[in-house]
Nanobody, 120 residues
Framework: QVQLVESGGGLVQPGGSLRLSCAAS????????MGWYRQAPGKERELVAT???????NYADSVKGRFTITRDNAKNTVSLQMSGLRPDDTAVYYC??????????????WGQGTQVAVSS
């Protein structure tokens, strides 16, 4: 069972920057995919960015060029550097992890969420 703990949310003005971090613990198996999703009020949860253990990244079109995902496989951490923030980036951001264990198959895990608010 993987536990995910996020940090780094907050209130920022449009055009500003924030860094989110997430630490995974609780499993000796490698985590195949880590990343971030977000959910704005009244909307469905959506992909922000993910990174595989091999370094392959996937970004939502809306954040390309503004957000950068990084990952430390040895420490089981993932971070999201957000710049050029806009009011429509306001959402609860969730850390995500996917793990494959041969005896169990695929398991998806979620953090508790951290609020990001972009407003003047």
């Amino acid at each position: 069972q993987v536990q995910l703990v996020e940090s780094g949310g907050g209130l920022v003005q449009p055009g500003g920057s924030l860094r989110l971090s997430c630490a995974a613990s609780g499993s000796n198996f490698a985590i195949n995919l880590m990343g971030w999703y977000r959910q704005a009020p009244g909307k469905e949860r959506e992909l922000v960015a993910t990174m595989s253990s091999g370094g392959t990244t996937n970004y939502a079109d809306s954040v390309k060029g503004r957000f950068t995902i990084t990952r430390d496989n040895a420490k089981n951490t993932v971070s999201l550097q957000m710049s050029g923030l806009r009011p429509d980036d306001t959402a609860v951001y969730y850390c995500y992890a996917r793990q494959y264990i041969p005896s169990q198959g695929l398991n998806d895990y979620w953090g508790q969420g951290t609020q990001v608010a972009v407003s003047s």
